[in-house]
């Protein structure tokens, strides 16, 4: 859920400043280039409408946002293959004073303080999210009751329509090019001029404004709505709706989708004048009347149209230039860049570039002084063991799930975390070693954060998995054979009851259905008491005593879930068990020995 939370705040967050970004510049760009092109004025707008409503989820090369974002990630290391190891050792498991089971008393392992941080951000988040959602959800009921309200309005003023107004509108229709078939209402209340329906489009025409108009002049405000119906100024409408439900806390939307209003009622003047033929004078002369109505007529939410708080002085002026205007090349030109503006600040998610890093040599570093025998090749500190013999040890063949626990935080922490030394030592592992794991461990968080996946890959789940698989095959190539062997022994005795559920270890367990159904069944009945446990000690503890007082309570539960596991285990199946974890490893004799660097 953190994660999900995590990753949400930060999309929210790259849209909040794209879309405050993109707003800014268009409203400069407008104000200094297109003061008298409204085409291309609107066309600028709704790209902010439209950035508004597309999330910053995926990247383009040429997105200039995606290049401001980019992420610079190391490719995944290629490491030399690595010859036959001569290698005696005893295999390892894992112990409570080694390091391992301290931070258990989560269900998954234990919690690191990257998570504390995270959960305390959590009620923060969910107090933001709230806040929106309240917003959100205000704003789109206003919406709703409006427009029923409206709707209700409509149905029980509505007259019957002149045959003359049917007749202007067949022929302006035929006229003007719109092959939709559009309707005509009258109502006896002060509602629009407007035109509404995304798939069967309305005029709507209020009485009191018709009452001592001339014929002409019903005529030009027929052929803006059935402007606003060519150009699909509807649909527009309803894009902007959506953008400010979803935006109602930015001020800047606010402004965009006003400016983009009126642009739009430019463009359709510009048109009508074009369109129609009609003499610039009378056309605003029309508007002129609807001017007059102000007091009186109401317009409909997010519904284009003829509206009297848009018949500005500016507007008047620019009907009175219209005359001899090129619209169609215009409206290319807006297409063309509103088309190629998309392109550049649509695409939201940063750019992720890989660099290549050096190849990672898994060649031992320096041999001991330890000699396997008189004369015999030195062998490397990461293969020497504790006086058994050596031999050669082919590289096993592992399933998948195996790559996935060794490729997990937890294997991984236990091999770099400061207080699990011990096992480092009891390993061997070298200076060298452990860098080359702190660098997996942060590639594979960068590409968990990134979402970088193998193809199939849909959930947040299945993105860790082959995350964990493709760190687990890396960090195989980085230790021995005899290293890879102990650490899948201590990494798997980490988990506890909780390894009998991994499939491949039921296969090599040879489980019957009876048993892994009675298996689960103890494991459940051990996570409900962990659950009950932590919520009746007020959640996970914010300090190492409190960890640690919490560890003394949860280990008799984990304790006695593995015993009554392996008391379902036949003999054969409990031999095969301890031959998978290996024998208990000694924290005193890991401390008692000097690592190579101490020699």
Same mark, same amino acid.
């Given at each position: 859920m953190?994660?999900?939370?995590?990753?949400f705040?930060?999309?929210?967050?790259?849209?909040?400043?794209?879309?405050t970004?993109?707003?800014?510049?268009?409203?400069?760009a407008v +104000?200094?280039?297109c003061?008298?092109?409204p085409?291309?004025?609107?066309?600028?707008?709704?790209?902010v409408?439209?950035?508004?409503?597309?999330?910053?989820?995926?990247a383009?090369?040429?997105?200039?946002?995606?290049?401001?974002?980019?992420?610079r990630?190391?490719s995944?290391?290629?490491?030399?293959?690595?010859?036959?190891?001569?290698?005696?050792?005893?295999?390892?498991?894992?112990?409570?004073?080694?390091?391992?089971?301290?931070?258990a008393?989560?269900l998954?392992?234990?919690?690191?303080?990257?998570?504390?941080?995270?959960?305390?951000?959590?009620?923060?988040l969910?107090?933001?999210?709230?806040?929106?959602? #309240?917003?959100?959800?205000l704003?789109t009921?206003?919406?709703?009751?409006?427009?029923?309200?409206?709707?209700?309005?409509?149905?029980?003023?509505?007259?019957?329509?002149?045959?003359?107004?049917?007749?202007?509108?067949a022929q302006?229709? +035929?006229?003007?090019?719109?092959?939709?078939?559009v309707?005509l209402?009258?109502?006896?209340?002060?509602?629009?001029?407007?035109?509404?329906?995304l798939?069967?489009?309305?005029?709507?025409l209020?009485?009191?404004? !018709?009452?001592?108009?001339?014929l002409?002049?019903?005529?030009?405000?027929?052929?803006?709505?059935l402007?606003?119906?060519?150009?699909?100024d509807i649909?527009?409408?309803?894009?902007?709706?959506? $953008?400010?439900?979803?935006?109602?806390?930015?001020?800047?939307?606010?402004?965009?989708n006003?400016?983009?209003?009126?642009e739009?009622?430019?463009?359709?003047?510009? @048109?009508?004048?074009?369109?129609?033929g009609?003499?610039?004078?009378?056309?605003?002369?029309?508007l !002129?009347?609807?001017?007059?109505?102000?007091?009186?007529?109401?317009?409909?939410?997010?519904?284009?149209?003829?509206?009297a708080?848009?018949?500005t002085?500016?507007? !008047?002026?620019?009907?009175?230039?219209?005359?001899?205007?090129?619209?169609?090349?215009?409206?290319?030109?807006?297409?063309l860049?509103? $088309?190629?503006g998309?392109?550049?600040?649509?695409?939201?998610?940063?750019?992720?570039?890989r660099?290549?890093?050096?190849?990672?040599?898994?060649?031992?570093?320096?041999?001991?002084?330890?000699a396997?025998? @008189?004369?015999?090749?030195?062998?490397?500190?990461?293969?020497?063991?504790?006086?058994?013999?050596?031999?050669?040890?082919?590289?096993?063949?592992?399933?998948?799930?195996?790559?996935?626990r060794l490729?997990?935080?937890?294997?991984?922490?236990?091999l770099?975390?400061?207080?699990?030394?011990?096992?480092?030592?009891?390993?061997?592992?070298?200076?060298?070693?452990?860098?080359?794991?702190?660098?997996?461990?942060?590639?594979?968080?960068?590409?968990?954060?990134l979402?970088?996946?193998?193809?199939?890959?849909t959930?947040?789940?299945?993105?860790?998995?082959?995350?964990?698989r493709?760190?687990?095959?890396?960090?195989v190539?980085?230790?021995?054979?005899?290293?890879?062997?102990?650490?899948?022994q201590?990494?798997?005795?980490?988990?506890?009851?909780?390894?009998?559920?991994?499939?491949?270890? +039921?296969?090599?367990?040879?489980?019957t259905?009876e048993?892994?159904?009675?298996?689960?069944?103890?494991?459940d $009945?051990?996570?409900?008491?962990?659950?009950?446990?932590?919520?009746?000690?007020?959640?996970?503890?914010?300090?190492?005593?409190?960890?640690?007082a919490?560890?003394?309570?949860?280990?008799? !539960?984990?304790?006695?879930a593995?015993?009554?596991?392996?008391?379902?285990l036949?003999?054969?199946?409990?031999?095969?068990?301890?031959?998978?974890?290996?024998?208990?490893?000694?924290?005193?004799?890991?401390?008692s020995?000097? #690592?190579?660097?101490?020699?």
């Amino acid at each position: 859920m953190i994660h999900g939370l995590d990753d949400f705040a930060r999309l929210v967050w790259a849209q909040l400043w794209q879309v405050t970004v993109v707003a800014l510049v268009i409203g400069a760009a407008v +104000r200094l280039c297109c003061r008298e092109r409204p085409r291309l004025a609107y066309a600028l707008w709704m790209l902010v409408i439209v950035k508004a409503i597309v999330p910053p989820v995926w990247a383009s090369p040429t997105g200039l946002f995606s290049w401001g974002m980019v992420n610079r990630v190391a490719s995944r290391p290629e490491f030399t293959e690595t010859p036959p190891i001569r290698h005696a050792a005893a295999p390892v498991a894992a112990s409570i004073r080694g390091g391992l089971i301290r931070g258990a008393s989560g269900l998954e392992g234990g919690t690191s303080w990257d998570d504390r941080r995270d959960e305390a951000r959590l009620p923060l988040l969910f107090a933001a999210f709230s806040i929106w959602a #309240t917003g959100a959800v205000l704003c789109t009921a206003f919406v709703f009751w409006k427009q029923i309200a409206c709707s209700f309005l409509i149905r029980r003023s509505r007259l019957p329509v002149d045959e003359r107004y049917d007749v202007a509108l067949a022929q302006l229709s +035929r006229r003007l090019g719109v092959r939709r078939r559009v309707g005509l209402l009258m109502t006896s209340r002060p509602i629009g001029p407007a035109v509404f329906g995304l798939f069967r489009p309305t005029i709507l025409l209020p009485e009191p404004l !018709l009452s001592g108009q001339s014929l002409e002049q019903v005529q030009l405000v027929l052929a803006h709505e059935l402007i606003h119906v060519r150009r699909g100024d509807i649909f527009a409408g309803k894009l902007q709706l959506v $953008a400010q439900v979803v935006w109602w806390f930015h001020p800047l939307v606010w402004w965009a989708n006003r400016e983009a209003c009126r642009e739009r009622e430019r463009c359709c003047d510009e @048109e009508v004048v074009s369109g129609v033929g009609c003499k610039p004078v009378l056309y605003a002369r029309t508007l !002129l009347s609807v001017l007059e109505q102000k007091g009186r007529l109401r317009s409909l939410v997010a519904i284009p149209g003829v509206r009297a708080l848009e018949v500005t002085t500016r507007r !008047l002026e620019s009907i009175m230039k219209y005359a001899g205007t090129d619209h169609r090349r215009a409206s290319w030109i807006s297409r063309l860049v509103f $088309a190629t503006g998309a392109i550049l600040i649509v695409p939201g998610a940063g750019l992720v570039l890989r660099a290549d890093p050096p190849a990672i040599d898994n060649k031992p570093n320096a041999p001991t002084a330890r000699a396997v025998d @008189e004369g015999s090749a030195k062998a490397p500190p990461a293969a020497q063991g504790d006086g058994a013999k050596s031999q050669e040890s082919p590289l096993p063949v592992r399933s998948e799930f195996a790559f996935e626990r060794l490729g997990e935080w937890v294997g991984l922490g236990i091999l770099t975390r400061p207080e699990t030394l011990v096992i480092r030592k009891g390993l061997r592992l070298t200076d060298d070693q452990v860098e080359k794991i702190r660098q997996l461990k942060e590639l594979r968080e960068a590409n968990l954060a990134l979402g970088i996946h193998g193809p199939g890959v849909t959930t947040f789940e299945q993105l860790t998995a082959f995350v964990n698989r493709e760190t687990g095959e890396g960090l195989v190539k980085i230790l021995t054979a005899t290293q890879c062997k102990r650490s899948e022994q201590i990494i798997l005795t980490s988990h506890g009851v909780r390894a009998f559920r991994y499939p491949d270890v +039921r296969k090599d367990l040879r489980l019957t259905p009876e048993q892994a159904k009675k298996i689960d069944a103890v494991i459940d $009945a051990l996570f409900a008491q962990l659950n009950d446990l932590q919520k009746g000690s007020g959640g996970q503890p914010k300090d190492l005593e409190g960890s640690l007082a919490l560890e003394e309570r949860i280990a008799p !539960l984990w304790k006695g879930a593995f015993a009554q596991v392996f008391a379902l285990l036949t003999q054969e199946q409990a031999a095969q068990w301890k031959a998978m974890v290996g024998v208990p490893f000694l924290a005193d004799e890991a401390e008692s020995r000097p #690592t190579p660097m101490e020699r």
